[in-house]
């Protein structure tokens, strides 16, 4: 069996004296979609911004590809990983194909080529926002300019030709997307890992969603992993009691293996 692509050991964050991470112990696989679940405050955006290499532990050690991530070169990095943090934005009166080019800048040197150029066309495509070339960002709704950002980490890693494993780390990639839109990114994150080998990490509040893409959840809470593995096993009653507080049963529609959740009180 291959080594994990991301491995995290004891990770531990804080904030003046409040763990926010606590111990952590966490991998991901090349080929898989991995969410993070819990409650507001439960360090999940802080664990993927940790596995990311976007913030360092107070301890603990992420390796990525086999390597520290304080080894890697931050270009080298930004070629192999990408992150879409929430609610991005541009501050500049970027048009959208602008912003998707950025994520082209760690492969090219100096102004993007008719390749980059390509590649951002196939990314708005594939985040279905091939409609929005061309706009300003800052006209754009929240939803419009979430799948342009979301084109912009598939330019940055999902389509080179090469057999480097890449990452693509998602912060609430669904939060300001309708229903069908929500679908559509998930459904692309699932295939982006089992068809092109990408592993796919997603902080994720809608526990169905999960359910239904994911090949592996994270219940967490109070900065501590409480329980990991398949949707199936995860998402029962009895551990969402404990993380969220709320009961909900379990409902086995029969199109997928992972059951459907609703909550009861």
């Given at each position: 069996m291959s080594a994990p692509l991301i491995e995290?050991?004891?990770?531990?964050?804080?904030?003046?004296?409040?763990?926010?991470?606590?111990?952590?112990?966490?991998?991901?696989?090349?080929?898989?979609?991995?969410?993070?679940?819990?409650?507001?405050?439960?360090?999940k955006s802080t664990l993927l911004r940790v596995l990311a290499g976007d913030l360092a532990p107070a301890r603990g050690t992420v390796r990525f590809a086999g390597r520290p991530l304080r080894e890697w070169q931050a270009t080298a990095l930004a070629r192999r990983r990408a992150v879409?943090?929430?609610?991005?934005?541009?501050?500049?009166?970027?048009?959208?194909?602008?912003?998707?080019?950025?994520?082209?800048?760690?492969?090219?040197?100096?102004?993007?080529?008719?390749?980059?150029?390509?590649?951002?066309?196939?990314?708005?495509?594939?985040?279905?926002?091939?409609?929005?070339?061309?706009?300003?960002?800052?006209?754009?709704?929240?939803?419009?300019?979430a799948r342009v950002h979301f084109a912009r980490t598939l330019a940055q890693v999902a389509f080179e030709a090469d057999a480097h494993p890449r990452a693509l780390f998602l912060d609430e990639p669904t939060a300001s997307l309708d229903l069908a839109h929500q679908?559509?990114?998930?459904?692309?994150?699932?295939?982006?890992?089992?068809?092109?080998?990408?592993?796919?990490?997603?902080?994720?509040?809608?526990?169905?969603?999960?359910?239904?893409?994911?090949?592996r959840v994270a219940l967490l809470a109070g900065g501590r992993v409480l329980l990991e593995g398949a949707p199936r096993e995860v998402l029962q009653p009895g551990p969402v009691k404990h993380c969220f507080g709320v009961d909900v049963v379990s409902v086995h529609t029969g199109e997928h293996d992972a059951p459907a959740l609703v909550v009861t009180g």
């Open positions: 995290a050991s004891g990770i531990e964050v804080r904030l003046g004296r409040r763990p926010v991470l606590d111990g952590v112990d966490f991998h991901v696989d090349a080929g898989r979609l991995v969410c993070l679940l819990g409650p507001n405050g439960a360090g879409m943090t929430q609610k991005p934005a541009a501050a500049f009166d970027f048009t959208s194909r602008d912003v998707v080019l950025l994520g082209r800048y760690p492969h090219c040197a100096g102004a993007p080529g008719p390749r980059d150029q390509g590649i951002a066309s196939e990314a708005l495509a594939a985040a279905e926002a091939g409609h929005l070339d061309g706009r300003i960002v800052t006209t754009l709704s929240g939803g419009e300019n679908h559509a990114l998930m459904r692309l994150a699932r295939s982006l890992a089992h068809e092109r080998g990408l592993a796919v990490v997603a902080v994720v509040h809608d526990l169905n969603l999960a359910a239904r893409y994911a090949d």
